[in-house]
């Protein structure tokens, strides 16, 4: 019996001590969260007015001026972008995003798959784990693995400019990116969207019916130069850090729930404890009284 008790007392202080960790890890996410969480929701309202804007103008694009970016050709050859994160502990986040992205390249790219002819951008350890184990590793790009350990702009810009780059020279012809799209700390959306080339909309109409015309200065050409590949990469990193703080939100979440878990479990051993306790004293007293009976 005393070997029970003991074992019991070595379980308590395993679960207390993994539910400290817990603690501090939903603490550290609740922290972590809050940034993230501010950067996002003051980044998403100019990077969706950028993004449309930018359909817009490419959508009502005539005469000389055009863009490549916004062209659309026959998919000989595609990139899948699957954005996870480098950390696990974040419950169903990062196989929710996997899916999606297996689904996209097992379904509408499977052709490609089967001919060599789609490359795979891993953003993120958790999602190469798997992706190097179920594609071959010729068409797993890694040079992005670590884009994570610094979100700026500047980083960031690395990824969506070879993406950029490839499809402008047509060695890409359509890029899909896997990403988790943020909406507060229990709910996040795993997402397979379009980047490459800029999906076209219905014409933008002003309050007369009338085509919207933008103005551009200095000129049309000189400006959409320099404006459609920035408004890309601000799409990108958005994807980025709309991922980012899905992260820690989920692993919030996940930490809070585990939390929760090892205190019910605390309590079922303790009362499992008390009661084998109880067993071993009335065991002993039963003895003692057996004991006596017989000396009398």
Do not use: W
């Amino acid at each position: 019996m005393s070997g029970k008790l003991k074992e019991v007392r070595e379980r308590i202080k395993s679960v207390n001590s993994t539910q400290q960790i817990t603690k501090a890890m939903k603490m550290v996410s609740a922290a972590k969260l809050r940034k993230a969480q501010t950067t996002i929701t003051e980044m998403r309202p100019y990077a969706n007015r950028l993004d449309k804007m930018l359909k817009n103008i490419l959508t009502n694009l005539d005469g000389d001026t055009t863009s490549s970016f916004g062209v659309t050709r026959e998919v000989n050859n595609a990139a899948v972008v699957v954005v996870t994160s480098n950390r696990g502990l974040c419950g169903a986040f990062n196989t929710n995003i996997i899916k999606a992205a297996i689904a996209a390249i097992e379904g509408e790219y499977a052709p490609l798959l089967k001919e060599n002819k789609l490359r795979i951008v891993c953003i993120g350890k958790k999602g190469y784990d798997v992706i190097r184990k179920r594609y071959p590793k010729d068409i797993v790009i890694t040079d992005y693995l670590d884009l994570f350990s610094d979100l700026r702009f500047a980083n960031v810009a690395r990824a969506s400019q070879y993406l950029m780059d490839e499809f402008s020279n047509q060695g890409i012809d359509k890029v899909t990116v896997c990403y988790s799209q943020f909406k507060n700390a229990g709910i996040q959306y795993p997402m397979a969207v379009q980047f490459l080339p800029v999906e076209k909309v219905e014409v933008e109409l002003t309050k007369d019916k009338s085509k919207a015309d933008y103005i551009f200065e200095p000129g049309k050409e000189e400006l959409l130069e320099e404006l459609i590949p920035t408004i890309l990469q601000t799409t990108f990193q958005k994807f980025l850090l709309d991922t980012h703080a899905s992260e820690h939100g989920a692993r919030m979440t996940a930490m809070d729930k585990a939390t929760e878990n090892a205190e019910e479990l605390i309590k079922a051993l303790k009362i499992n404890y008390n009661k084998a306790r109880q067993e071993a004293i009335t065991k002993e007293l039963s003895e003692i009284v057996g004991g006596a009976a017989a000396l009398g």
